[in-house]
């Protein structure tokens, strides 16, 4: 069956559980929601996977041709703070490898919340899609499985290692060479007989490529510039790749429209290891590269003389392809033309078609897509409706998808001519309360210097006149918050939390700040946001100035919460607004941004930034401590690798000196992205009990309080 006749008539239907009414809601049963990610697609054989995570067990599952009902490949029971991730098909489509356990930090310590005595690694499984028992095939991470089927390549200590698959050597693994640098991006060419990587040094990359035949590795014409995302031509005498200029400044959180150096698209020839420029970014918009959420960030066309990539050209984030045989001031074909953002993509098995959500003419949801490389094509809409959709993946003809809904959770889909059909509907329990969930709905603010910023209202449903209200702020700061379940887990959490505020009887405002995505270049990019000036609190002010204004708040009672960088709003709110914000709940905040840079670019140096440097203090939460009245409730992991312990414990020490009222909930050895369920549920009792007892009155009390 075509896309077209596909995308003809399409209803999203919600296929709520038969038993649920209107009830209470408890926290407990809004975050037992289950979270479905990392759907992938079998080369061959009609089969999806993906990931399920119910309580925080995590799960492979998998759906095959042509019934399509999903079923449970592995058989974790526990809430034990190990990931999944990798997941990915061998080539007949019959094993499925991924990886359990998370990256170790900068002590080489694993993460392990759960506290299990004999510590946790890091491995790379595989698993049949038939059941039986799984096998571990070494420690490591980043697997990619030959063509061939019959090896996988990996990331074991900072080098590659290949394991075979078939004929019972399993256990055998061999490293293919010393190399300097960290690999990643490991890619097969068609033929497994070669291996091309990313080689990531200091302050550039090469492509490596490794030939099994010769057993000998060259770098394909190394620069100075940061080379990345290898992809072969779809005979393997050719691999495409990205070119963006090194990366000379240390300055993070602060807006770049532009760079000086356009990133550029090269093609290497494999049989003379030279590469020559096919396409270079224009200068000013689109000049600084933007990735899209996809395996790959190139796409041969199935003759292979046309790559499709992403480029934001007009300020929006879109698919573009170009010819293979041009040169750098070639022309570049806009694919999806529109004032939107093109999001997760994927081609399909014949490499003739890509398919991608967006959020075309419905900013505040995703749907799906499909456009042909070819430059002659029009974009076809496949889904449409209330619902969001995301990660597409196309298994022959088919269509399958990842979606939500305001009231029911991510879960697997296929799409069919008529309706989106749950591949796993069991996932969802009986007696969760999609029925007590509220609709969120969109509101517009104006920020003091004129900017528009989108939010969405979820009003209570307990008929009081005035109602305390909490004001949330995503994290990222390159997130949007959208009118139903969120498609990552944190935000997911997030989301089930705004529900049952709701339920509770706040009024909730959750705030699409700028420096977020979905709204173009321009407003992602914000001018002075960040470390730069923290130009996006003039849009926590206007979410305060909206709830003063609406009848039904009181606005004596106004909270925030908000974790990372929300926690950073959440901060800045309290230290800066605290006549206007009664109380907060700070989850991994940044609080100075002098501290959280070095995080992520340890080479930064305040010294040498002296005229920047002041300017990110000044556009800290710490620099106006003295100004802090309200009370803060501050929950954090102390293994959080994204935003550093550090930064609460030094808040922490300046607010309790200052006598202000700091509460504390800490969970030893867990991340930023809380491992464990049951710590999520911890933050989130803990944040309905601080805002009944400051913002509700004293003689409140949780409705899931032991």
Not at 135 to 158: C, H, L, N, Q
Not at 488 to 495: G, Q, R
Not at 506 to 528: H, K, P, T
Request: aromatic share 10%.
């Amino acid at each position: 069956m075509s896309l077209r006749l596909l995308a003809r008539g399409v209803v999203l239907a919600a296929a709520y559980p038969a038993a649920l009414s209107a009830q209470q809601l408890t926290l407990d049963q809004v975050m037992s929601a289950p979270f479905s990610s990392d759907l992938v697609a079998a080369p061959k054989g009609g089969a999806v996977a993906w990931i399920g995570v119910t309580r925080g067990v995590r799960n492979v599952w998998v759906a095959r041709a042509p019934g399509w009902e999903g079923r449970q490949v592995t058989s974790y029971s526990d809430d034990d703070g190990q990931e999944i991730e990798g997941l990915s098909f061998s080539a007949d489509g019959r094993n499925l490898v991924f990886v359990r356990g998370g990256a170790s930090n900068r002590g080489g310590e694993r993460p392990n919340p759960a506290l299990i005595p004999g510590g946790v690694d890091q491995s790379v499984w595989v698993a049949s899609i038939e059941g039986g028992a799984l096998r571990k095939i070494s420690e490591g991470s980043s697997p990619e499985v030959s063509p061939t089927g019959d090896t996988v390549a990996f990331v074991r200590g900072g080098q590659i290692w290949i394991a075979r698959l078939r004929g019972g050597d399993e256990s055998r693994v061999e490293q293919i060479a010393k190399l300097r640098g960290g690999p990643s991006s490991l890619r097969w060419s068609p033929d497994g007989r070669r291996l091309a990587f990313t080689s990531n040094r200091q302050r550039h990359s090469f492509i490596g490529v490794w030939d099994f035949g010769s057993q000998s590795l060259r770098y394909v014409d190394p620069s100075t510039d940061e080379d990345g995302g290898p992809v072969w031509s779809p005979d393997g005498n050719a691999l495409a790749f990205i070119r963006t200029p090194s990366t000379i400044s240390d300055l993070l959180f602060v807006p770049q429209r532009e760079s000086p150096i356009p990133w550029s698209i090269r093609v290497a020839d494999m049989n003379t290891g030279r590469s020559r420029e096919v396409w270079r970014a224009r200068a000013g918009a689109g000049s600084v590269f933007r990735e899209i959420v996809s395996v790959d960030q190139l796409f041969w066309s199935a003759s292979g003389d046309r790559i499709a990539f992403p480029w934001e050209a007009d300020g929006w984030t879109h698919l573009y392809s170009v010819a293979t045989t041009g040169s750098g001031s070639a022309t570049a074909h806009l694919l999806t033309p529109g004032n939107f953002e093109v999001e997760y993509v994927s081609a399909s098995p014949d490499g003739r078609t890509l398919v991608y959500n967006s959020n075309e003419n419905d900013v505040d949801r995703r749907h799906i897509w499909s456009v042909s490389i070819d430059p002659t094509s029009r974009p076809i809409q496949l889904t449409r409706g209330t619902g969001i959709e995301w990660n597409p993946v196309m298994s022959g003809t088919s269509v399958l998808v990842l979606r939500s809904d305001a009231r029911l959770p991510g879960r697997a889909a296929i799409l069919d001519a008529h309706a989106l059909r749950d591949l796993a509907p069991s996932l969802i329990s009986a007696d969760f309360p999609a029925a007590a969930l509220v609709e969120p709905q969109v509101v517009m603010l104006r920020a003091a210097d004129g900017t528009p910023v989108h939010a969405q209202v979820f009003l209570p449903h307990d008929g009081a006149s005035k109602h305390p209200a909490a004001v949330f702020f995503h994290g990222g700061s390159r997130r949007q918050m959208l009118l139903g379940w969120h498609y990552m887990y944190y935000y997911a959490n997030a989301y089930a939390m705004n529900q049952y505020l709701a339920s509770r009887g706040y009024v909730v405002l959750s705030v699409n700040y700028r420096s977020g995505i979905g709204y173009g270049m321009g407003f992602r990019e914000a001018l002075n946001y960040g470390a730069s000036g923290a130009s996006e609190y003039q849009d926590v002010v206007a979410a305060g100035r909206y709830l003063r204004g609406r009848s039904d708040v009181d606005a004596r009672r106004i909270g925030l919460w908000g974790g990372s960088y929300g926690g950073f709003l959440t901060a800045m709110g309290l230290a800066r607004n605290s006549d206007m914000f009664a109380a907060g709940v700070d989850i991994h905040g940044v609080h100075d941004w002098n501290t959280e840079i070095p995080n992520f670019v340890p080479a930064y140096d305040s010294l040498r930034y002296a005229t920047e440097s002041a300017l990110a203090y000044r556009s800290s939460p710490l620099a106006f401590i003295s100004g802090w009245r309200s009370p803060v409730l501050l929950i954090h992991g102390d293994d959080d690798r994204n935003v550093p312990f550090n930064e609460s414990v030094k808040l922490a020490y300046e607010l309790r000196r200052r006598g202000i009222t700091v509460e504390q909930l800490i969970f030893p050895d867990d991340v930023h992205d809380f491992l464990l369920w049951r710590n999520w549920v911890s933050a989130y009792r803990a944040t309905d009990d601080f805002f009944g007892r400051k913002l509700r009155g004293a003689a409140a009390v949780s409705a899931t309080a032991p």
